[in-house]
């Protein structure tokens, strides 16, 4: 078998945008695939009809598309560089691709950069996210766009600040930018405002006549709110009603169930930000309870083989089909008419994206340590329609989960280790203990491309999910005010259950990393332990106090996880902060940051690595300008290519 190699990730093919058309008799979806030497990903268009998979058309490096109807389909695209200068002066312009016949015409040229959301015979649902300003770019001539333009490039120098958040990962300063939905006339080339312009639009869906558009909002404000209103529009009478404008209940989705709204939701007052959603009833104003959940809805496996975005709840008839996150892995489940909840399909790895298509519910998944593919759910059975990553692991060496069940005294903690080829009880080996995000999300059993390159190189990969992490219910997820203690306690126990089950690990070449939560907790395991030979602490948290006024959601999520704020409880906060126990830091740590990571800010590191610079402790920072919080996920891919050969060269060096 070959090894795998870093780079091997550009022969992956990343599928996102999948969707049915009008008629559900077909679906498209989108294939990234990254490229080195461009250092970017391009994108194909494909569909797939009776079970049958065709390519449609190339869209360079455009992640995005929409039906028109059932045989075209809409995209931002540009031509010549003509268009290219368009679309860096503020339009968005979008060609039409009859798929039949094959023909490529430009359809629209918008004055302002816009999304078309939905197309409803001859009216466009656009959305936009602009400042009170931009609108000038609507109705300006030409000389006055060239002028606002010129004034809005001149702004680049400053950004004056009002609100928090002020910037936001992967989307930059968002201080003035409203979220806004417009209704465009395509024969009368107007625009209609449908929300309220103080208020920011979230998930928006159509009745089924599609004479009203309901949507979730959330007013604007000097600090972001925490909870959701939900507005119906009718299109036919431009009137806006409120269906529930309490601020009690943050919403994470809104869907029709035989033409009644319902909704997942919860209050946050149990377990806070974090817990869990349960199903309720918009009647009269208020949430009434329709069904308890209490478990994650949506998939919350951690990966580094996925890009873009998927619906992972759908409608479908007289009832409600979604992802759920139930322990290791992800399940199929249906909220029926009557309230009942029923697991339709348990998937042994990740369940990533639905669709309706024939009456038939389509996914997208990462099964049995296998890339992307589609399958349609048939007889509760999975049938593949894709075969397109077969030849990206073909011939290469993929090591099989292991699972651990650690179990303790009123909990159990779930992990597990990837091997090398050839694992040999004659041999000794290092490992490295890999920690998840979040903390509520989970590792599960499917391909992870850092993991299976570490085991292609000797190394054992460990990998849990202790206690802060999702699937086991609201009591398991909560370490507020917690973390660093109990967390820390499952993590060190799975550690030591493993090195007890594989005697030939050698125990003094033990390696720890972890991204966001997991960088945290590796700051945190590098002051509390000496058992690594070396870290790798990636896009961390090391300070509470200052993650609360850096942070695009320090405000509330330093809050809320640690139960305390600089203001109240400062101590308590401190007593959570890796860097408070950094003077006891033996370990050579290695630090990842991006410029751009407004989640867990570049400071977080920068703070770590100074003292232990001052302290005269072995260590490194690899500073990425341009990347994201998302760089071991979607960074571009030189960027990604770097951060493993850095943190593996980290590991190998010491």
């Known amino acids: 078998m070959e090894k795998i190699t870093i780079d091997l990730f550009e022969k992956f093919k990343y599928i996102s945008e999948m969707k049915a058309n009008p008629s559900q008799s077909k679906l498209a979806f989108l294939s990234a695939k990254a490229d080195l030497e461009k250092n970017n990903y391009g994108y194909d268009l494909y569909k797939i009809e009776n079970y049958k998979m065709s390519k449609i058309v190339h869209l360079k490096t455009n992640g995005q598309f929409i039906?028109?109807?059932?045989?075209?389909?809409?995209?931002p695209y540009t031509k010549n560089k003509t268009e290219e200068k368009q679309k860096k002066d503020m339009h968005a312009i979008y060609y039409r691709y009859h798929i039949e016949n094959k023909g490529f015409e430009k359809a629209y040229e918008f004055p302002i950069p816009v999304k078309i959301e939905k197309v409803l015979g001859s009216k466009l649902i656009l959305r936009t996210q602009i400042t009170k300003e931009d609108e000038i770019l609507f109705f300006a001539d030409e000389k006055g766009r060239k002028n606002y333009l010129k004034t809005?490039?001149?702004?680049?120098?400053?950004?004056?600040?009002?609100?928090?958040?002020?910037?936001?990962?992967?989307?930059?300063?968002?201080?003035?930018?409203?979220?806004?939905?417009?209704?465009?006339?395509?024969?009368?080339?107007?625009?209609?405002?449908?929300?309220?312009?103080?208020?920011?639009?979230?998930?928006?869906?159509?009745?089924?006549?599609?004479?009203?558009?309901?949507?979730?909002?959330?007013?604007?404000?000097?600090?972001?709110?925490?909870?959701?209103?939900?507005?119906?529009?009718?299109?036919?009478?431009?009137?806006?009603?409120?269906?529930?404008?309490?601020?009690?209940?943050?919403?994470?989705?809104?869907?029709?169930?035989n033409d009644e709204l319902v909704c997942a939701a919860n209050n946050h007052e149990a377990y806070g930000l974090n817990q869990n959603d349960d199903f309720y009833k918009i009647i009269d104003g208020?949430?009434?309870?329709?069904?308890?959940?209490?478990?994650?809805?949506?998939?919350?496996?951690?990966?580094?083989?996925?890009?873009?975005?998927?619906?992972?709840?759908?409608?479908?008839?007289?009832?409600?089909?979604?992802?759920?996150?139930?322990?290791?892995?992800?399940?199929?489940e249906s909220l029926n008419k009557d309230g009942s909840l029923e697991i339709m399909y348990e998937a042994y790895g990740a369940l990533e994206g639905l669709t309706m298509v024939e009456d038939k519910?389509?996914?997208?998944?990462?099964?049995?340590?296998?890339?992307?593919?589609?399958?349609?759910?048939?007889?509760?059975?999975?049938?593949?329609?894709t075969r397109l990553n077969y030849r990206a692991l073909k011939d290469y060496y993929i090591s099989r989960p292991k699972k651990y069940v650690l179990k303790k005294e009123n909990h159990e903690v779930t992990g597990f280790t990837l091997v090398p080829e050839d694992y040999s009880k004659d041999k000794k080996y290092p490992?490295?203990?890999?920690?998840?995000?979040?903390?509520?999300?989970?590792?599960?059993?499917?391909?992870?491309?850092?993991?299976?390159y570490w085991a292609n190189q000797g190394y054992v990969v460990a990998f849990c999910n202790p206690r802060g992490s999702d699937g086991k219910g609201n009591d398991f997820a909560d370490i507020r005010g917690k973390y660093g203690t109990i967390d820390y306690d499952d993590?060190?126990?799975?550690?030591?259950?493993?090195?007890?089950?594989?005697?030939?690990?050698?125990?003094?070449?033990?390696?720890?990393?972890?991204?966001?939560?997991?960088?945290?907790?590796?700051?945190?395991?590098?002051?509390?332990?000496?058992?690594?030979?070396?870290?790798?602490s990636q896009r961390s948290i090391s300070n509470w106090v200052s993650f609360f006024g850096t942070s695009d959601i320090g405000f509330y999520f330093a809050k809320d996880q640690t139960a305390a704020t600089p203001i109240k409880d400062l101590d308590l906060m401190w007593e959570q902060s890796p860097l408070k126990y950094v003077d006891q830091v033996k370990t050579p740590t290695l630090f990842i940051h991006s410029d751009q990571d407004y989640r867990c800010p570049i400071e977080q590191a920068m703070q770590f690595y100074s003292v232990l610079q001052y302290k005269e402790i072995d260590t490194k920072l690899v500073w990425f300008k341009g990347e994201t919080h998302e760089l071991s996920r979607g960074g571009k891919p030189q960027a990604r290519m770097k951060r493993l050969k850095e943190i593996t060269k980290w590991f190998e060096t010491h």
């Open 491 to 536: 993590i060190m126990g799975f550690v030591d259950y493993v090195l007890k089950r594989n005697p030939q690990i050698d125990k003094k070449q033990l390696y720890v990393t972890g991204g966001s939560y997991g960088g945290f907790m590796t700051n945190w395991i590098v002051g509390h332990t000496d058992r690594f030979r070396a870290a790798a």
């Open 431 to 452: 490992m490295i203990l890999d920690i998840h995000g979040g903390p509520k999300t989970i590792y599960s059993t499917n391909y992870y491309h850092e993991m299976q």
């Open 152 to 257: 809005r490039k001149e702004k680049y120098l400053y950004e004056d600040i009002d609100k928090v958040p002020f910037y936001f990962n992967g989307r930059g300063f968002v201080n003035d930018a409203r979220s806004l939905i417009y209704l465009y006339d395509i024969n009368e080339k107007t625009f209609t405002l449908i929300n309220d312009e103080k208020v920011n639009v979230g998930q928006m869906i159509l009745s089924k006549d599609e004479k009203s558009i309901y949507y979730l909002g959330q007013p604007q404000s000097k600090l972001r709110l925490l909870y959701d209103y939900v507005y119906q529009y009718d299109i036919e009478t431009k009137q806006t009603t409120f269906l529930y404008h309490k601020s009690e209940y943050g919403i994470s989705w809104i869907q029709l169930l």
């Open 286 to 332: 208020d949430l009434v309870l329709f069904a308890s959940f209490g478990k994650t809805i949506g998939n919350t496996t951690g990966s580094d083989a996925r890009l873009g975005g998927q619906p992972q709840v759908i409608a479908d008839k007289d009832r409600i089909i979604f992802i759920s996150t139930v322990d290791d892995h992800t399940v199929l």
């Open 361 to 385: 519910v389509y996914f997208v998944a990462s099964l049995k340590q296998r890339l992307q593919e589609i399958y349609a759910f048939n007889h509760g059975r999975e049938q593949q329609l």
């Open 67 to 75: 039906w028109e109807d059932d045989d075209t389909v809409l995209f």
